[in-house]
Nanobody, 122 residues
Framework: QVQLVESGGGSVQAGGSLRLSCAASRYRNYCMGWFRQAPGMEREGVAFIDKAGITKYADSVKGRFTISKDNAKNTLYLQMNNLKPEDTAMYYC??????????????????WGQGTQVTVSS
């Protein structure tokens, strides 16, 4: 069981940056992921980091977003640079005992944060 608390969302103009944080109660080594969901859209995986620190990014954010974790602080981060209007969504932090990196499936994630809104204006 793990509790996740996200922060760092906000409103920025296109080209701006935000850093999302996810404070976690980690009782074991988890695969961690960031997901996002825009109104009327399917939830999609944005960035994963597995137990070994290997990362995976959605093609739409590759080169702009960076996922990282600080194990000592039990905190997950998503650095988002060069934000675009299409990045606008509710962003969720999630934890899984194991995850499928290749497909970025959300079905393995049993623990979710409350979400933090990211809005990017043109």
């Amino acid at each position: 069981q793990v509790q996740l608390v996200e922060s760092g969302g906000g409103s920025v103009q296109a080209g701006g940056s935000l850093r999302l944080s996810c404070a976690a109660s980690r009782y074991r080594n988890y695969c961690m992921g960031w997901f996002r969901q825009a109104p009327g859209m399917e939830r999609e995986g944005v960035a994963f980091i597995d137990k070994a620190g290997i990362t995976k990014y959605a093609d739409s954010v590759k080169g702009r977003f960076t996922i990282s974790k600080d194990n000592a602080k039990n905190t997950l981060y998503l650095q988002m640079n060069n934000l675009k209007p299409e990045d606008t969504a509710m962003y969720y932090c999630a934890a899984a005992s194991w995850c499928i990196m290749s497909t970025m499936s959300d079905r393995e994630f049993g623990f979710w944060g409350q979400g933090t809104q990211v809005t990017v204006s043109s």
